[in-house]
């Protein structure tokens, strides 16, 4: 690759920080930006799958505690990826206020309040970039969407609004889809082979996705080459969406 295309995804001297990072998805996007040059600040609740650095809180009280520990550890966060996500799957009949708030801080609140500090700031400093990640499950149900799922069309909302307010200084939001993935998130529905292989079938890749697939998207989305992206949601679901 020449020095100019190189160029169009070169975090260098940039600071991400990444939610959900200590797993799945969110892991591999940290370790792609990381890949391609940023200083990554993860975070997530486990703290040893996040390593010394880490950040851990849990976002289900709130953005308070990964921006406070992010803010004491670099001056400014260039790149926001919202990767944090809950998806308990009780049947929507079953979920009582207390679980509908948790599910809304984890997935929807906490992309919120993470984009209201930091993308006004992004915005000061004339560059940015927010990541959603959002679902297939703000479109079209399946496996009990429930509050997830309202949570997650909340997502595509809110990336378009980020965009709307800051893009104009610089700052670019988009959101990533998956498909379906092989992760933690997803065991107990891949325990069913039947399950697995419906949703294999139904994809036009005939796989299901892996957190590595993510990696370059990221990355693009990340980067310098991709400022006049925004508002916009990428699927990276092997076609799911258009079957
Ligand atoms: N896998 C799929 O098929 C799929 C499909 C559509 C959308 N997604 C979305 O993709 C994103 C990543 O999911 P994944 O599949 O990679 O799942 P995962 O492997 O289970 O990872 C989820 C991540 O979210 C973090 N997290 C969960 N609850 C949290 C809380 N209360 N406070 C702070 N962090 C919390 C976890 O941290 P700890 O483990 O440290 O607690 C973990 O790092 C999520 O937004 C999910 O909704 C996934």
Redesign the pocket.
Same mark, same amino acid.
């Not at 939610?19 to 969110?26: H, L, R, V």
């Not at 809180?57 to 289900?60: F, G, T, Y």
């Not at 990767?83 to 998806?87: L, R, T, W, Y």
């Given at each position: 690759m020449n020095r100019d295309t190189t160029a169009l995804f070169d975090l260098t001297g940039r600071t991400a920080l990444v &939610?959900? /990072? @200590? @797993? !799945?998805? !969110?892991a591999a996007i940290a370790t792609a930006l990381d890949g391609a040059g940023a200083r990554v600040l993860r975070a !997530? *609740?486990?703290r040893a *799958?996040l390593g010394p650095d880490g950040i851990s /809180?849990? $976002? /289900?009280h709130g953005a308070a505690g990964v921006i406070a520990q992010a803010d004491a550890r670099a001056d400014a966060v260039d790149i926001l990826v919202n990767? /944090? !996500? @809950? %998806?308990p799957r009780p049947p929507l009949g079953d979920i009582d206020d207390v679980l509908y708030r948790e599910i809304l801080a984890? %997935?929807l609140d906490a992309p919120f309040q993470l984009g209201q500090h930091y993308g006004p700031r992004m915005a000061a400093r004339g560059w940015g970039r927010i990541i959603n990640?959002a @679902? &297939?499950q703000a479109h079209r149900a399946f496996g009990n969407s429930g509050a997830y799922g309202v949570a997650k069309a909340g997502i595509a909302g809110l990336t378009r609004s980020q965009s709307e307010a800051w893009a104009p200084s610089g700052v670019t939001a988009n959101s990533l889809t +998956?498909g $379906?993935?092989a992760? +933690?998130? &997803?065991t107990a529905v891949l325990a069913d082979p039947e399950r697995a292989e419906y949703f294999r079938r139904r994809a036009h890749t005939a796989t299901l996705g892996a +957190?590595s697939d993510f990696a370059a998207a990221a990355v693009f989305l990340a980067g310098p080459g991709s400022a006049f992206v925004t508002g916009q949601n990428l699927c990276v679901d092997g076609g799911l969406s258009v079957t």
């Open positions: &939610t959900g /990072a @200590s @797993s !799945g998805i !969110g !997530g *609740r486990d *799958r /809180a849990d $976002l /289900a990767c /944090a !996500g @809950s %998806n984890v %997935n990640v @679902s &297939t +998956p $379906l993935v992760t +933690p998130m &997803t +957190p």
